[in-house]
Every structure is written in C-alpha cells, then in structure tokens.
C-alpha cells in the first residue's frame, strides 16, 4: 500500500497535512461502485470509520459528487484511502494507524494531500479546524507521530498554521473590501443625487450605508470566532444594504410609486395604432341585432328548485 509522504510547500499548488484522530464514528457505507455513502444508503454493503476529522472535512468541503474509495478497508476498518474532488480542488484523505497496532482510534493519524488553488485549500483549513474546535496536528503520541509522517512536529504544525492564517488573511480582505465599498459610495453619493431617480432619499441611502458597515463589524467578530459561514453572511446582508443604498442599483422598494419593474412594463394606449389589429363596427350586423332582440323580447317560465316534489 503506498503512502502519501511527500512534503510541499505553502505557495505551491499542493499541501499535505496530518491529523490525529480522536473518534472513528461515523460508519460509512460503499456502494457498488466504489462511492462513500451514508449508513442507510440502500444497496450499500462495504463499511469503514470515517472519523471525526475525514468527517468534518466532508461537511467543510462543500458541494462535491460522492466521495471515491479508492483503498476498500479489509479486517480494520479505519484504514482506507477517500479522495474528493471538485472542479478546483482535490483532496485525497488516508487513514492509517501509527501506534497501538490500531486498536484504539486515537492510534489513527489522516494524511491529508490537497491539489488546487491556495485560497481553496486555505479556506478548507480554516473550516475544518473551526469545526473540529481543536488543533489537529496535535498527536496522541508525538515521538511516534512524527516517526510515521517522517515530518518534524515544528514543521507540521507550521504548515497548519499557514493556511489557517492565510484562510483567515483572505475573508479579512473580504471585510476590507465590503467596508472600502461602503465608505466610497458614501463620498460620491452627494453627485450621485443629482442621477438618482424619483423616490429615491438621501438620507434612507445613509441609513443603509450605515447598516452595511454594522454588518461589517458583525464579519469581523465571526471572523474572531473562527465562523466563516457567519462572516459570509454578514458580508452578504452589508452587500445588499449597499445595492438598496446606491440610486445606480437600487431596488424597487424603496419607491413609494409602486412597482418599477411595472411601471417600466406598462405602456400606454395611445401610443400602440390598434387600426389593423381590431374590427371596429359602426353598428351591430344585423344578426347580432335579431339575437339581442329576440332574447329580450323572449318570455323565459321562472322555475323555483328549491320547492320539494
């Protein structure tokens, strides 16, 4: 069985991590095909412990196909090899045991080999170690840890770091950039009042403004708190603050006329020649006249139904 053991840079396109595992729960499934599956998936007889950390991982990864085993676990079952994969990123996610002949789960370590962009293998390392709520490069048992990785503990616990700082680097730019955004549209708004259409109030724009860099601050303390699904969205209500704010893309709801997307639609009467398009008659045909006429003239019996024979 060959190893994941090469060691890769930050800046290159690669990274390879190892995790110590604390839980070997969930039990997963493998289909005919050779796909992870959850355990009630029908059809699905193959079986290994994912762990705490593969498991994690998979939730972090975000929209994927099913994960591909390609080493099918024999007698231990927490031993395997998964790799998942997207359009962008690659991660293939081995599972061994590095002490007590693996009778335990804190025996198992998870090399973890990335290929794809930095910015994604960054972010997926911030999530993971978010949701795990520990460090992972920290083993059970050091001396033998770094013995099986072949990794000096100091240079593992670099590369982890590493990412979870650039990770971090990258959605605090993101907050920059949302609060950079809300200050210039703040200094052009008072040219842009002269553009903006009817309805549209300055103050109320300064109102959203105002709210969008709230938002903003709401970012950075999700940031401290590790949560990038709350910085996103935060991030996500300051961006729509920002549109309802700016009269080059505001929404229709700020309007007290209404719709505006109707009132683009609609289109007066006069404008539209319905010469060619609609007959016009001077007077009813004549038989339109008799049907009319012998319908009022017409005697109809009143039959009362409500009456029990």
């Known amino acids: 069985m060959s190893r994941i053991t090469k060691e890769i840079g930050l800046n290159s396109k ?3 991590l190892h995790a110590q595992v604390r839980s070997g729960d969930p039990e997963m499934k493998i289909d005919v095909d050779g796909r992870l599956r959850h ?3 029908p059809g699905a007889e193959g079986s290994l412990y994912l762990g705490d950390v593969g498991d994690a991982l998979l939730r972090c990864f975000g929209v994927h196909e099913p994960p591909r085993v ?16 997207d359009v962008e990123l690659c991660v293939t996610i081995e599972s061994r045991p590095y002490w007590g002949f693996g ?8 090399s973890i080999h990335m290929v794809g962009p930095l910015n994604r293998r960054a972010r997926l390392i911030f999530d993971l170690c978010a949701s795990l709520g520990r460090n992972p490069w920290e083993a059970k048992w050091p001396g033998r840890f770094v013995k099986s990785t072949n990794i000096p503990a100091g240079d593992e616990k670099h590369t982890w770091e590493s990412l979870i700082e650039r990770g971090q680097a990258d959605l605090s730019d993101s907050i920059d950039a949302v609060r950079s955004k809300a200050h210039e549209l703040e200094k052009v708004l008072p040219s842009l009042a002269e553009l903006a259409p ?4 300055g103050d109320l724009a300064l109102e959203e403004i105002g709210a969008a860099l709230a938002e903003c601050d709401v970012a950075s303390d999700a940031l401290h708190d590790r949560s ?5 969205r935060a991030l996500s209500r300051a961006e729509s603050h920002l549109i309802e704010a700016d009269p080059r893309t505001e929404v229709a709801a700020q309007y007290s006329g209404g719709d505006v997307l109707e009132e683009m639609a609609a289109i007066e009467a006069d404008d539209i020649d319905l010469a060619e398009t ?11 006249v008799r ?8 005697d109809i019996p009143f039959i009362d139904l409500s009456e029990e024979e």
């Open 14 to 16: 690669e990274s390879l």
């Open 39 to 41: 355990a009630n998936f």
């Open 70 to 85: 390609t080493e099918i676990p024999g007698f231990d079952q927490q031993i395997w090899r998964v790799v998942i994969s």
């Open 103 to 110: 009778l335990f789960s804190s025996c198992f370590l998870n």
């Open 198 to 201: 009817d309805g549209w109030e």
């Open 228 to 232: 990038a699904a709350g910085v996103e």
């Open 278 to 288: 609609i007959l016009e008659f001077e007077e009813l045909p004549e038989d339109a």
């Open 291 to 298: 049907t009319h006429d012998a319908i009022a003239k017409e």
